[in-house]
T-cell receptor, first 113, second 113 residues
Framework: DVKVTQSSRYLVKRTGEKVFLECVQDMDHENMFWYRQDPGLGLRLIYFSYDVKMKEKGDIPEGYSVSREKKERFSLILESASTNQTSMYLC????????????FGPGTRLLVL | AQSVTQLGSHVSVSEGALVLLRCNYSSSVPPYLFWYVQYPNQGLQLLLKYTSAATLVKGINGFEAEFKKSETSFHLTKPSAHMSDAAEYFCAVTSYNNNDMRFGAGTRLTVKP
């Protein structure tokens, strides 16, 4: 069965802290994604990766960076957390291809105080 | 760039009634369209997807959607709502690769007993 796991379901951090969100998939997928979900805005792509050490910016990369050292693991890094980064963060993975289904993790709800 | 608009952020139906969730897309090239569902405190999971084969697409849990090019629509329907259908539903479109997928703002479905 397809599985995408995220390191934390809930996180509370202080402004200025460096925050790491980790995502692991067990399906040998080439593509991995980080989205941010906010009410009324749907999902917005932060970064995606199509291979180990490869990454591309999505629609809202400012304030974020990513790391993909192994195929199964994709990390999202908030270099200096700010209150406007309080949100739900969703990780997804998929095979490479135009109509491949994206499989999502359960999400991490981040609160920045 | 492609986009989707979901009409109605909240839809409420009675148990046993028809479910209709509306999605209109915009794309300069033939689109691929998806419906995802998100149950409380979970990630998104695929309901169904349109990949330019049959215009009427059947998905899981009795849902289906019809691609209508003339109306640029991909509305989601289910003949008879069940309490377990209460969730948030997202329409999504992609054109070239699934790494440029764009999600709608979501429609929250409430099912009344």
């Amino acid at each position: 069965d397809v599985k995408v796991t995220q390191s934390s379901r809930y996180l509370v951090k202080r402004t200025g802290e460096k925050v790491f969100l980790e995502c692991v998939q067990d399906m040998d997928h080439e593509n991995m994604f980080w989205y941010r979900q906010d009410p009324g805005l749907g999902l917005r792509l932060i970064y995606f990766s199509y291979d180990v050490k490869m990454k591309e910016k999505g629609d809202i990369p400012e304030g974020y960076s990513v790391s993909r050292e192994k195929k199964e693991r994709f990390s999202l890094i908030l270099e200096s957390a700010s209150t406007n980064q309080t949100s739900m963060y969703l990780c997804a993975s998929s095979r490479a291809g135009r109509v491949e289904t994206q499989y999502f993790g359960p999400g991490t709800r981040l609160l920045v105080l | 760039a492609q986009s989707v608009t979901q009409l109605g952020s909240h839809v409420s139906v009675s148990e046993g009634a028809l479910v209709l969730l509306r999605c209109n897309y915009s794309s300069s090239v033939p689109p691929y369209l998806f419906w995802y569902v998100q149950y409380p405190n979970q990630g998104l999971q695929l309901l169904l997807k349109y990949t330019s084969a049959a215009t009427l697409v059947k998905g899981i849990n009795g849902f289906e959607a019809e691609f209508k090019k003339s109306e640029t629509s991909f509305h989601l329907t289910k003949p008879s709502a069940h309490m377990s259908d209460a969730a948030e539903y997202f329409c999504a479109v992609t054109s070239y690769n699934n790494n440029d997928m764009r999600f709608g703002a979501g429609t929250r479905l409430t099912v009344k007993p």
